[in-house]
């Protein structure tokens, strides 16, 4: 009797499930920054971060030996992890503006089975961070996911 009177579960679209994947994402990037600062700061922080370390290894690129090598090589992935946090947090500002969730929905509803099994990695995301190297493996592959499957929004 009572089973005829359960909470049916709520039903969680495409937009709210983009939304809990980049909002995971992005914790994961700024998860040694102070959890006093507002997250906007913190990815403020980190974005600045990455610039900062992006100059130094570019002014000391050299291809006459191996640490000028590796400052090419820190440059251009200090380079592109800056792209990527900028991307992941621009798109994470849309996903905070209740008024375009509509719009975002049915551009995202292409996307949709691509999007639902992230969000089901997501979810059981204790499964595949039991070491760091893992985590970080992990990560980069939804960052990867993510951004292919919201690549069109622009």
Avoid at 93 to 111: D, G, P, T, V, Y
């Amino acid at each position: 009797m009572f089973g005829i009177f359960k909470e049916s579960e709520k039903i969680i679209d495409t937009y709210e499930q983009v939304a809990f994947i980049l909002k995971y994402l992005l914790t994961y990037e700024l998860k040694d920054l102070p959890i006093r600062y507002e997250f906007w700061y913190r990815v403020a922080i980190r974005q600045e971060e990455l610039r900062t370390l992006n100059t130094e290894h570019r002014a000391k690129i050299t291809m006459n030996t191996a640490v000028g090598r590796f400052h090419k090589t820190q440059y251009e992935v200090t380079k592109q992890q800056l792209a990527k946090l900028e991307r992941l947090a621009d798109i994470f500002k849309s996903f905070c503006i209740e008024e375009e969730r509509e719009a975002l929905n049915h551009r995202l509803h292409f996307h949709k089975e691509a999007i639902t099994e992230l969000y089901e990695h997501v979810q059981n995301k204790e499964l595949y961070i039991y070491c760091d190297s893992v985590q970080q493996q992990f990560w980069d592959a939804v960052s990867e996911d993510i951004l292919n499957a919201i690549a069109h929004l622009d």
